[in-house]
Nanobody, 126 residues
Framework: QVRLVDSGGGSVQAGGSLRLSCAAP????????MGWFRQAPGKEREGVAA???????RSADSVKGRFTISRDNAKNTLYLQMDSLKPEDTAMYYC????????????????????WGQGTQVTVSS
C-alpha cells in the first residue's frame, strides 16, 4: 500500500509564498511520474504540476512562472514551491503518484494517477 502524506498548506495573503511537501515513506517509485493537483469548492480536481522519471516538468498555464515542482529522491519527498500566490489559487492541494515503472512525459490528467495524498488546504486572501 502506497502512502502519500501532504503538508505545508496554510493561509497567506496575495503575493505570498508557500511550499508544499509530499512525503512518501517506503515508496520506491518516487522517481517515477508524480504530480500535484488541486480542487476548489464546486470545481473539478485539476492538474497543477507534474514531473517524470527524467525530471522533466510540466505546469498548468494558470501557474506557469509561479509554481515549481521538484523532488528529493533521497528523502522520498515531492515539493511544490508556490510563489506570487493569487486568491484564485485557493484550493485543497493533493500530491499523487502514477504508480508503475519508469515514466516519461509528465502527466496532468488526474485519471492516470493511482495513489493520492490526503490533501492540504491553501487559502490566499486578497
Amino acid at each position: 500500500q502506497v502512502r502519500l502524506v501532504d503538508s505545508g498548506g496554510g493561509s497567506v495573503q496575495a503575493g505570498g509564498s508557500l511550499r508544499l511537501s509530499c512525503a512518501a515513506p517506503g515508496y520506491t517509485y518516487i522517481r517515477n511520474c508524480m504530480g500535484w493537483f488541486r480542487q476548489a469548492p464546486g470545481k473539478e480536481r485539476e492538474g497543477v504540476a507534474a514531473i517524470d522519471s527524467e525530471d522533466s516538468t510540466r505546469s498548468a498555464d494558470s501557474v506557469k512562472g509561479r509554481f515549481t515542482i521538484s523532488r528529493d529522491n533521497a528523502k522520498n519527498t515531492l515539493y511544490l514551491q508556490m510563489d506570487s500566490l493569487k486568491p484564485e489559487d485557493t484550493a485543497m492541494y493533493y500530491c499523487a503518484a502514477l504508480g508503475g515503472g519508469y515514466c516519461v512525459t509528465p502527466r496532468l490528467d488526474r485519471y492516470e494517477y493511482r495513489y493520492w495524498g490526503q490533501g492540504t488546504q491553501v487559502t490566499v486572501s486578497s
